[in-house]
């Protein structure tokens, strides 16, 4: 099973929005709707931020939202602060009863 | 609150086998399905193994499929990794994580416990 296809690293500035994408193949992220987007700071655990395409987990703020569209999905952040900078990864389940993530993200706030 | 717990992490060599525990509180344990998920220093996020809520039903990433077996016990709200015929890419941080039922995905996770696979 491949990884999932995230770009190495987006950035933007306090207040704007950037956009992760997350591509996968037929077999995981195109065939289900159980792409999930989470976020990890240096030497955190990863944290649930969005479920399920587009859900929120209680909690989360809705500056976070979730997309796709065939195979590719994505993690848009809207109101960009300096907390939001970290490590993004999508994840996606498989039609091989697998889970695979993508390859992670590093997000910058300049 | 919910909380996982991992242990039982070390340096180990080559060939040799590691089990790890995950002991949880604050949730029903045996209503929950748990997943192990790694990460390698500096990488990226990689799924090990799931195992259903009562233990009928196993799945592994193929880098670890028959090397490794996921295991629990609901008397003793634990769940396990044996981790047999290590190899040094199997150096990671291993992390136990609570499936959140019907959605594909987990919704809590522990701090993880390192193994250092070397000679």
Redesign the interface.
């Given at each position: 099973?491949s990884?999932l296809t995230q770009p190495a690293s987006v950035s933007g500035s306090p207040g704007q929005s950037i956009t992760i994408t997350c591509t996968g193949t037929r077999s995981d992220v195109g065939g289900?709707n159980?792409v999930?987007w989470?976020q990890?700071h240096p030497g955190k655990?990863?944290?649930?931020m969005i479920?399920?395409v587009t859900?929120w987990?209680s909690g989360v703020s809705n500056r976070f939202s979730g997309s796709k569209s065939g195979n590719t999905a994505s993690l848009t952040i809207s109101g960009l602060q300096a907390e939001d900078e970290a490590d993004y990864?999508c994840?996606s389940?498989t039609t091989s009863?697998?889970?695979?993530?993508?390859?992670?993200t590093k997000l910058t706030v300049l | 609150q919910v909380q996982l717990v991992e242990s039982g992490g070390g340096v180990v060599q080559p060939g040799r086998s590691l089990r790890l525990s995950c002991t949880v509180s604050g949730f029903t344990f045996r209503s929950h399905a748990m997943?192990w998920?790694r990460q390698a220093p500096g990488k990226?996020?990689?799924?090990v193994a799931?195992i259903s809520y009562d233990g009928s039903t196993k799945?592994?990433?193929?880098s670890v499929k028959g090397r490794f077996t996921i295991s629990r016990d609901n008397s003793k709200n634990t769940l396990y990794l044996q981790m047999n015929s290590l190899r040094a890419e199997d150096t990671a941080l291993y992390?136990c994580a609570r499936d959140?039922s019907t959605?594909?995905?987990?919704?809590s996770?522990?701090?993880?416990t390192l193994v250092t696979v070397s000679s």
């Open positions: 099973q990884a289900y159980f999930s989470y990890q655990a990863p944290k649930l479920y399920g859900n987990p990864y994840t389940y009863s697998t889970w695979v993530f993508g390859g992670g | 997943h998920v990226g996020l990689e799924w799931f799945y592994s990433a193929d992390y959140m959605k594909y995905t987990w919704d996770w522990g701090q993880g």
